[in-house]
């Protein structure tokens, strides 16, 4: 496959879309078989080079959390709970993709990412993500817990990193997020939501993101449920040139998730990398 091709579509899971995040390791397992029927279905087969990735949910960062409140940072103590939970969810969501026909391979980050806490940096080797797609088959990595360096303790590396990771190899490649809500909205002065955004550009989002930042001041924290995080990690990826479209779109709602995968207009936010 050709790395510059512009057919390759990052489709980033939410861990709030998977799991119950108020119920600790309770899958969503009605709207994971959804989503692998409607990948089987619509998407597979259809041309686009598809790399998927999810988020820790209610199993990852539940025990991450209680790690660090028992040690105050992540520790190898934890590690072993941390890693095992993510691959409990993994395997749900791999079992219900591969029911449905949807040729996915499992790649735990774990084994190709190292922590440098010195430079406060993730070291990935992404060539087996490249030998499982050139194969015709479909990543499937998810965010976790990966080993230091030295004297490091463990890090988390996250899902939203790794998709803006493999974008800035592959170039031109398009990010989709699935979310609970139809896309990002216009905060209002209040900090309450307003209308759906459906087309920014960098410039766009760039304003966006101070308006959410001072909304995030001014009550005292993120009331976007990270989609601050997500947006800067967009940006970067646009304005890098490592993604065309930067889309952000209910998991829930399949027409517009159609949509967003191949690019066409729906209900749902896209950033453009408008030149």
């Known amino acids: 496959m050709d790395l510059t091709s512009d057919n390759l579509v990052i489709l980033k899971l939410g861990g709030s879309f998977l799991t119950f995040k108020d119920k600790p390791f309770k899958a969503r397992r009605r709207a994971i078989r ?5 990948l089987a279905r619509r998407v597979i087969g259809s041309g686009v080079n598809l790399v998927l990735i999810h988020g ?20 190898y103590e934890g590690y072993p709970r941390i890693a095992s939970s ?3 969810l993994n395997q749900i969501v791999l079992q219900e993709l591969v029911k449905a026909g949807v040729p996915a391979v499992s790649l735990p980050p774990r084994a190709f990412c190292i922590y440098d806490c010195e430079s406060n940096s993730h ?9 499982v797609i050139e194969k015709g088959l479909i990543p499937l990595i998810f ?3 990966i080993v230091g360096k030295g004297t ?11 998709a803006v990771n493999i974008a800035s190899i592959y170039r031109n490649a398009r990010i989709v997020f699935t979310m609970d809500v139809e896309g990002i909205y216009m905060p209002t002065r209040e900090g309450g939501l307003g209308s759906l955004i459906k087309e920014m550009d960098a410039r766009e989002a760039h304003n966006l993101l101070m308006e959410l930042e001072r909304v995030g001041r001014l009550r005292g924290y993120d009331v976007t449920g990270g989609i601050i995080s997500k947006l800067r990690k967009s940006l970067l990826c646009i304005e890098k040139g490592f993604c065309s479209e930067v889309a952000f779109v209910s998991g829930e709602k399949k027409d517009s998730l159609y949509k967003a995968i191949f690019g066409f207009p729906g209900e749902y936010t896209v950033i453009k990398n408008k030149v």
């Open 86 to 88: 993510m691959i409990t």
């Open 143 to 145: 965010g976790d817990v």
């Open 152 to 162: 490091c303790n463990p890090s988390i590396i996250s899902g939203d990193d790794i």
């Open 123 to 131: 070291a990935c080797s992404y060539d087996m993500v490249r030998a």
């Open 56 to 75: 820790g949910g209610s199993f990852g960062h539940y025990e991450a959390l209680m790690d660090i409140r028992k040690h105050g940072h992540l520790s």
């Open 34 to 38: 959804s989503l692998a029927l409607f």
